[in-house]
């Protein structure tokens, strides 16, 4: 498994904006397709986004697409979404996850694929 750790969340107004990270160690991260996904109070964990291991495919839900950017940096084992235009909506709490996948360009949605879960960063965008 990989142990990750997200950081950058943080308290923003409505229009801002906030780039959130996500350091990975433990096992080869290149293998891995890594995924963004949210939680807001009472409600389920969702998909916000994904990255193929290379980096070449991503996926978005429509929710944030054209307002959030995943990267990643295999060098340095790091994932990143840059969430701009931000909304109160987005208000949640912002976890990383990494899924095993055999194909390079395999960008996994479904939360139930990804292993291995950080421990989350809380975002909250004001009014």
């Known amino acids: 498994q990989v142990q990750l750790v997200e950081s950058g969340g943080g308290l923003v107004q409505a229009g801002g904006s906030l780039r959130l990270s996500c350091r990975a160690s433990?096992?080869?991260?290149?293998?891995?397709?890594m995924g963004w996904f949210r939680q807001a109070p009472g409600k389920e964990r969702e998909f916000v986004a994904a990255?193929?291991?290379?980096?070449?495919?991503?996926y978005y839900a429509d929710s944030v697409k054209g307002r959030f950017t995943i990267s990643r940096d295999n060098a340095n084992t790091a994932v990143y979404l840059q969430m701009n235009s931000l909304k109160p909506e987005d208000t949640a709490v912002y976890y990383c996850?990494?899924?095993?996948?055999?194909?390079?360009?395999?960008?996994?949605?479904?939360?139930?694929?990804?292993?291995?879960w950080g421990q989350g960063t809380q975002v909250t965008v004001s009014s």
């Open positions: 996850a990494s899924a095993t996948v055999v194909r390079p360009s395999t960008v996994p949605t479904n939360k139930y694929v990804y292993g291995s």
């Open positions: 433990g096992r080869t991260f290149s293998n891995y397709a």
């Open positions: 990255v193929s291991r290379s980096g070449g495919n991503t």
